[in-house]
């Protein structure tokens, strides 16, 4: 039974989300599966992943192939590197200390890299909003001044069009009686 890591897809129409199994490579994407190892959600910012990072390490090292897709979320979580580290455990090139040491010290720089991103994307949010809003303000500003004209010149338009009524002029026509 050759075991394949790969994703099944969940969620409504135009909202994807994945669950991260190993399964049997001849059963179809969403069929039955021999263990649901995590979830991937590609709608976030940044992406959420989330991982039985263990389990996920085993199935690596039994020989579980994973698709293209899941190989690239697996080695972002530090999963294909841990898998690498303890290889060269087993084959003695390393000592445990040492693969910890080395995986450690990845996680933390990974941690530094996903912290800067975040700051990033949110003063880039901030920045969006304040320049919407600038502009916002800005053309708010120039409609109240060309509304305030529109205004003086229907003033100044009635102002002319109505001129002082002259003084009752005497007709010289008398009433009948």
Known sequence: MPAIIRLSRHGKKGQAFYHIVVADSRYARDAR??????????????????????????????????????????SAQGVMFRAHLQKGVTKGVLTQDQADAKFNKWVAEKETQLTSKKSSNEASKKDAYKKRMAVESASRETRSAKRQAKAAEAVKAAEAATPEAPAAEASSEEPKA
């Open 33 to 74: 599966f021999i263990e649901k190892i995590g979830t991937y959600n590609p709608r976030t910012n940044p992406v959420t992943v989330n991982i039985k990072f263990d389990r996920a390490v085993d199935w690596v090292q039994r020989g579980a192939k994973p698709s293209d897709t899941t190989r690239t979320i697996l």
